[in-house]
C-alpha cells in the first residue's frame, strides 16, 4: 500500500489537534475513519507515531514524519491552488515571488501597468526571503523571481537589477538618527540591535563576526521592521527596506560600512507565459530606484 496524500493530512491534523474528535471535526470525517486511517499509515510504515492512544505526544518517528509531512501538505497544496487559479484564468497566470523590499516598492504599480495592458492576465505576487524565492523558481513554482543576492542557477536567467547600500535602519526619533555624525559600527551594536538574514550579505569578516554576534535575531521582516519601529531597536539593512515605510523609519549611513546587497531578478527560461515575463522585466528595469545604484 503506496501513503497517500490523505493519510499524511490525517496523522498531520491529529499531531497538531493532540486528539481523534478534534482532528475529525477540522477534516470533516467520523472519528473511527480517522482512527482506521491513521493504523493504515502506522502499519504501512511498521512503527507507531504516538507514543499513546491519546495521541497527544509523538514518538521520534512521529515527529520526523510530522515535519516531512507538514512540507509536502504545503507544496501539494501550493499546487492544487496554482491549478485551480490557472484554470480560472482566461488568459493564463503569472507568478512572481520577491524579497519583501522589493515586493513593496515596485510590484504594485508595474502589476498595475501589466494588467492595464492584458485586462485577462492574472497575477499571483509573493513575499518571501532569498532561499524561498529561488526554491520557488527551481521548482517551477514561479515563473519570475526577485531575490538578494548574485545567483548562477540551471534553467535560470539571471541579471543584477541594482545594488542596495546596507546601512543603519531605525526609529526617526532614536538617538543614532538624530546625532550629527553617521554612527560607527561599534554605536550601533550597542543600541539593542537585532541581526537579520540579510547580513550574511556583508562580505567583510570582521563586520559579519560583529554583526553575528546580536543577541536577538529576527527572519521575518515584516516582524523585523515591527520592533524597529518602536524606538527600542536597530537594526542593519539595505536602503531599499526602509523606504518601504519612510515616515517611520529612517536610514544612515555606518562609518566604515561600505558593502552593497546586489538585487537581481531572475526569470525561468522555460516559463509558459513568457513574453508577460519579458514585458514585466522591461516595466520592473525602468522603475526608479531611489538611492540604489544601477546595474548597467
Given amino acids: 500500500m503506496a501513503i497517500k496524500i490523505e493519510m499524511l493530512r490525517c496523522f ?4 497538531k489537534t493532540g486528539n481523534l474528535s478534534d482532528a475529525a471535526v477540522r477534516l470533516g470525517r467520523t472519528q473511527s475513519a480517522v482512527s482506521m486511517t491513521l493504523k493504515q499509515l502506522e502499519d504501512h510504515l511498521g ?11 509523538l514518538t521520534p518517528l512521529g515527529e520526523d514524519v510530522f515535519e ?11 499546487t492544487v491552488s496554482a491549478i485551480e487559479t490557472t484554470a480560472h484564468a482566461p488568459h493564463g497566470l503569472l507568478r512572481i515571488a520577491s524579497v ?6 515596485v510590484f504594485p504599480s508595474a502589476i498595475e501597468e501589466l494588467t492595464y495592458r492584458h485586462s485577462g492576465i492574472r497575477v499571483e505576487l509573493r513575499d518571501t526571503d532569498t532561499e524561498q524565492v529561488i526554491d520557488a523558481l527551481l521548482r517551477g513554482q514561479v515563473d519570475l523571481g526577485v531575490a538578494s543576492g548574485r545567483h548562477s542557477l540551471n534553467g535560470i536567467h539571471t541579471e543584477v537589477l541594482f545594488q542596495d547600500t546596507f546601512g543603519l535602519v531605525s526609529a526617526p526619533d532614536h538617538p543614532l538618527a538624530l546625532a550629527d555624525d553617521p554612527p560607527q559600527i561599534d554605536d550601533v551594536l550597542a ?3 537585532i541581526s537579520n538574514n540579510l547580513c550574511n550579505l556583508i562580505g567583510a569578516p570582521e563586520l559579519r563576526t560583529a554583526l553575528s554576534g546580536s543577541r536577538v535575531m529576527v527572519h521575518n521582516t515584516l516582524s523585523l521592521i515591527g520592533m524597529v519601529r518602536t524606538g527600542k531597536w ?6 531599499t527596506v526602509a523606504q518601504i515605510i519612510p515616515e517611520e523609519l529612517v536610514f544612515r549611513k555606518v562609518t566604515g560600512l561600505a558593502e552593497q546587497r546586489p538585487v537581481s531578478l531572475l526569470t525561468r527560461q522555460a516559463a509558459r507565459q513568457k513574453p508577460w515575463v519579458d514585458e514585466l522585466c522591461d516595466i520592473v528595469r525602468q522603475f526608479d530606484w531611489p538611492g540604489a545604484v544601477l546595474s548597467p
Fill in 234 to 239: 536597530v537594526t542593519i539593512l539595505p536602503r
Fill in 100 to 105: 519583501p523590499s522589493v515586493a513593496g516598492l
Fill in 12 to 15: 498531520s491534523t491529529v499531531a
Fill in 68 to 78: 516531512l509531512a507538514q512540507k509536502q501538505l504545503q507544496r501539494f497544496d501550493e
Fill in 47 to 57: 512503527q507507531r507515531l504516538f507514543e499513546t492512544e491519546r495521541k497527544n505526544r
Fill in 191 to 193: 543600541a539593542n540591535f
